[in-house]
Nanobody, 129 residues
Framework: QVQLVESGGGLVQAGGSLRLSCAASGRTISGYVMGWFRQAPGKEREFVAAVSRSGGSTYYADSVKGRFTISRDNAKNTVFLQMNSLKPEDTAVYYC??????????????????????WGQGTQVTVSS
């Protein structure tokens, strides 16, 4: 079992920045894919970013590419999401998720919420215009 706890959400003006953290416990995450998803009111959960087990590969939704950066610190069992140039449409509850993948996976694996077995409780991000 892996437990995930997100932090760092809050209220920020458009153009501002926030850094989300996701602390994992129960297992060492070095062998796990880590992802961030978000869900806005009235909308389905959507993929934001993901990072491979080693941290060598990262994946982003087109809507956040160039503004958000995902990173991981396996020694601290933590993954981060640096969010810059925030827009009102980034307002959502942000969820951290993880899974231990098969040895070989396609790039599409990382953005598929159904592939992730463990989820945090979410942290609210609100961007005012």
């Amino acid at each position: 079992q892996v437990q995930l706890v997100e932090s760092g959400g809050g209220l920020v003006q458009a153009g501002g920045s926030l850094r989300l953290s996701c602390a994992a416990s129960g297992r060492t995450i070095s062998g796990y894919v880590m992802g961030w998803f978000r869900q806005a009111p009235g909308k389905e959960r959507e993929f934001v970013a993901a990072v491979s087990r080693s941290g060598g590969s990262t994946y982003y939704a087109d809507s956040v590419k160039g503004r958000f950066t995902i990173s991981r610190d396996n020694a601290k069992n933590t993954v981060f999401l640096q969010m810059n140039s925030l827009k009102p449409e980034d307002t959502a509850v942000y969820y951290c998720a993880t899974n231990r993948p098969p040895t070989y996976v396609s790039d599409s694996y990382y953005s598929d919420a159904n592939k992730y077995d463990y989820w945090g409780q979410g942290t609210q991000v609100t961007v005012s215009s």
